[in-house]
């Protein structure tokens, strides 16, 4: 709040173990922790479940639709973000084999009335349009025994990608969103009940990559149609806590649906593709369908397999991507209570997730075909393939437990373990998985001191698996060619000259994958010196991960669609990490933190050798902010920030060794680095505040984000410098 942040985008750079893939669109947050995450698995046609678990208070917001697409969080009113890193399996369940993040909202606040306003406005560098933000918070007591919380948000930021080709547009990547929250909580003696409703919608014009420094000179804009993408949130939570003499009972209910949609543009490249390939499809089935080729020649469509570039009937093609996740969970927990030398719980947790993501594929073709609709019927049955559209309902049951054992004054040791039964259904039966999981946990810990604690721990994480519908279309699709050769092109060579049935089967094998898991050791320490002034933490880990899903590309498969994901083996992330917070004076701070880490695969896999470094897993990163106070008269405080971030180099994706014997990734992001700095002055007891604040000082532009389809590669990168105002006022 203290640096102007919105979001987690602008907050894991000060969090030593923790990235996240910048410059991404609305509803687009993927977190790396330790440099364990999704690899991949974002794209409709091969997504995954995110490896890093999410919470709003107890609702479960992980993304199954792509590691890439969690919950990235509103900064306004919140009692803290929590980020726990390495597998947390055993109290949170599937998903979180990196770790989890969860964002702790404040509750309504008995027998308090209280509000709270900032509003602020920016502006941004390589923009000619600016930005704003308006918050509010209010809590008031319903009698001594009742109180409401409420607030709402909207939030607007500045596009900085031109679009420079027709239709030409500036700023074109203008980001806004607004939402609120109603929190009713009721308390009487020993029984509390907290009902919440929670609501977000967000949405970006425009795109956010480009093939040159925030540009975009490439994607084929078809008329009428406009790129961006949307995200709409509604949440629905019920906690009831009842304390009794021994334990704490407490009931969790909640309903997430979730929705987003984005409308992507690609080159006339891609859409030359797909005219070549449904060419060539309608050719090979020319003596089952004899009317059919002669109809689209009589209509004007064009027949030319030698021509793979111009896209003769076929120029314009987008991707809508639509998704919805409609989650229900129930968990109940029976917490210990009181000061024995035994601390446990216990409880139990049920998810159901119905998941759905659907593709169309708007296309736009040459003027003489204006009237051409055989043909276009034709064309439509392809982008109509069942593979476009992807179910997913997951079962889950779950069982867990924990107990904590004070040995003595300095020891303790914590016992934990989770048993999961789930059950996952993949578009109506046509594919399914079952998981019957144990996830122990160990802790041992020592309070050496009153001010050190150390401890070593073992915890687990898993997630399932899924199926790759860009293979399932290669089986159908590759299949229709029979025992005839699929013609290599420019798009998609055929090494091994495959015919369409040898094609086919080789799809068929890159289809399904299997869930993975991960252990991880840890041992850490924590201490305060110099009478409290110093707080210090550290940490060694390694993770030892199974199965690990990564996503690979085979060149032997005659299609655009190459990339799949599968298990790779073994891989491990290693490293150590750091932080120090250090009151040099009683009105200077600062704060430091770090970590270097090495993730690399165990065993080879296909032309990836053992020792190839995981994507998106930099090896190192640090970071340091500092905050001097100067005291004024009248309670009054001014206070400048200087904040400072940097990590190394990171691959966008697995590596694969060249006929030199290097092992090369499709893209190296750069080193990066950040600066941020702001200054404030701030009322008696913080009762009003005003702002001014500079995020990316020195305008760096490092990439950020990848995209390449057919050798056309596109980037993301650091977003441009932002200057900004706010104020705040609150009555308490």
């Known amino acids: 709040e203290e640096m102007g942040v919105t979001d987690m985008k602008q907050v894991f750079k000060n969090i030593p173990g923790l990235n996240m893939i910048e410059g991404a669109g609305t509803g687009r ?24 678990s999410v919470f709003v208070d ?65 502006w941004r560098s390589e923009s000619d349009d600016n930005g704003h933000r308006v918050d509010a918070m209010v809590n008031f007591p319903l009698g001594e025994s009742a109180a409401v919380r409420a607030l709402i948000f909207d939030t607007s930021t500045a596009g900085w990608i031109d679009r420079t080709i027709a239709p030409v547009i500036e700023n074109e990547n203008e980001d806004s969103s607004q939402g609120g929250k109603l929190s009713v909580l009721w308390v009487n003696d020993a029984l509390s009940v907290q009902g919440t409703y929670y609501k977000s919608e967000a949405e970006m014009k425009g795109t956010f990559r480009g093939d040159k420094l925030y540009e975009d000179s490439l994607n084929y804009r078809i008329p009428g149609i406009t790129p961006r993408m949307e995200e709409n949130i509604d949440i629905i939570s019920l906690d009831v806590d009842y304390e009794f003499d021994f334990a704490t009972l407490e009931v969790m209910a909640s309903n997430m649906e979730r929705e987003s949609y984005r409308i992507a543009e690609f080159p006339s490249e891609i859409a030359a593709f797909y005219d070549w390939f449904i060419q060539f499809n309608i050719s090979t089935r020319a003596a089952e369908r004899p009317e059919e080729l002669p109809r689209m020649v009589e209509e004007g469509w064009t027949f030319d397999l030698t021509d793979t570039s111009s896209g003769p009937n076929q120029i314009g093609f987008n991707i809508d991507d639509m998704a919805s996740s409609d989650r229900t969970t ?26 759905y993501r659907r593709n169309v594929q708007p296309q736009d073709y040459r003027p003489h075909l204006a009237n051409a609709t055989y043909g276009k019927s034709v064309y439509n049955v392809v982008y109509a393939d069942p593979s476009n559209t992807h179910e997913d309902t997951l079962d889950e049951k779950s069982i867990f437990g924990e107990a904590t054992y004070s040995l003595n004054e300095s020891w303790d040791v914590t016992l934990g373990i989770r048993y999961t039964d789930m059950e996952q259904m993949i578009d109506d039966g046509r594919g399914t998985t079952e998981d019957k999981v144990w996830s122990p946990k160990f802790t041992l810990s020592w309070q050496a001191t009153d001010e050190t604690l150390a401890y070593f721990n073992i915890g687990t994480g898993f997630r399932p698996g899924n199926i790759n519908l860009g293979q399932e279309f290669n089986v159908r699709q590759l299949g229709g060619a029979g025992d005839e050769v699929i013609p290599a092109s420019p798009f998609a060579s055929n090494p091994l000259e495959l015919t369409g049935t040898e094609a086919a089967a080789l799809a068929q094998s890159r289809m399904i994958y299997e869930g993975d898991s991960v252990t991880n050791y840890e041992l850490g320490v924590k201490t305060r010196l110099a009478e409290g002034r110093v707080r210090l933490t550290g940490s060694l880990y390694y993770f030892d991960w199974e199965d690990t899903i990564l996503e690979f590309t085979d060149q032997n498969i005659p299609s655009i669609n190459r990339s799949y994901l599968d298990n790779a083996g073994a891989a491990h992330s290693q490293g150590v990490e750091f932080s120090v917070d250090f009151q040099i004076t009683d009105y200077l701070n600062l704060s430091m933190g770090a970590d270097l880490n090495e993730a690399e695969l165990d065993e080879a896999v296909g032309t990836t050798p053992a020792g190839t470094r995981l994507p998106n897993a930099p090896e190192w990163s640090w970071n340091a902010m500092l905050d001097y106070g100067i005291p004024l008269d009248a ?13 190394g180099a990171q691959d966008s994706s697995l590596g694969t060794e060249n006929t030199d014997g290097q092992v090369v990734s499709a893209f190296t992001y750069p080193r990066r680095q950040s600066t941020d700095v702001s200054a404030h002055l701030r009322g008696e007891n913080d009762k009003w505040k005003a702002s001014l604040f500079v995020k990316n000082l020195t305008g760096e532009d490092s990439e950020t984000s990848y995209y390449s389809v057919l050798a056309v590669n596109q980037w993301a990168w650091q977003p441009p410098r932002m200057v900004g105002v706010e104020f705040m006022m609150r009555a308490q």
Request: no cysteine; net charge negative.
């Open 330 to 355: 129930f968990g109940a927990r029976l917490v210990s209570s009181g000061d024995s030398n035994l601390q446990w719980l216990a409880g139990v947790f049920v998810k159901d997730s119905d998941d």
């Open 635 to 647: 309670g009054r405080e001014f206070n400048i920030m200087l904040n400072y971030s940097a990590m």
């Open 58 to 122: 107890e609702v479960n917001m992980t993304s199954a639709q792509g590691g890439g697409k969690n919950f990235g969080g509103n900064m306004f009113d919140l009692e803290r973000v929590e980020v726990l890193k390495g597998p947390q399996g055993t109290l949170f369940g599937e998903g979180a084999v990196g770790g989890s993040i969860r964002f702790i909202q404040n509750k309504p606040q008995l027998g308090t009335t209280d509000w709270k306003v900032k509003a602020g406005y920016d």
């Open 29 to 52: 947050n993927q977190y790396i922790v330790r440099g364990v995450s999704s690899q991949a698995g974002n794209d409709s046609y091969m997504q995954s479940f995110s490896a890093i």
